[in-house]
């Protein structure tokens, strides 16, 4: 594992609080697709709600250490992965709100395609960055979510298990932001040994 610069390690930790934030929204999904009134999804809202504070807790923590660092000079090819990182966030924003927005309203006929949809995308989102950054464990990730939200759809086609479907794709990619946001905090703090 290479060594960082000080700017690369803190728009980690900005992942890190965007993530906080995702965690809860995939979260809200399961009871999309569960119920509101479904003990097991308020069990899993209720952890997940409790693990994105512990998040940020841990995000203040490793911020104030980072901020801490000498201040290190911004190359070329730093800019230039930040370029495709931001254009790639970009696009998964625009494919989310664009998906949404018409599986929404209607336009396909059925908005049971939203959670799934939206799984694809970030799925996607996530083996870009498997490469971008070199890492294994985004693409891993980003295949998984990818898997389940496809069979999710299969299901939606075929008008069996919708609900239960919506809600293990919203579980299963949960799981995965939260595993995500584990090994990234994991990332930083190695990085700071290091330092």
Known sequence: MRTLPKHALIGNIRAIFMMAFFTLVWASCIAWGFGWNNSFAIAYITFFFAYSIWLCVEGIKVNRAVRALPDSPVTEYD????????????????????????????????????????????????????????MHIHIILGIIMIAVAVASIIFIVHGKWINQSIGICALATTICVTVMNTYLLYFIKAQLKKQ
Do not use: C, D, Q, W
């Open 79 to 134: 800019k230039r992965i930040r370029k495709r990182f931001i254009l790639n966030f970009v696009i998964e924003i625009i494919l989310i709100m664009a998906s949404s927005t018409i599986l929404a309203n209607n336009v396909i006929g059925n908005s049971n395609y939203i959670v799934p949809v939206m799984a694809v995308i970030v799925g996607a989102h996530f083996i870009y960055l498997g490469g971008l950054f070199k």
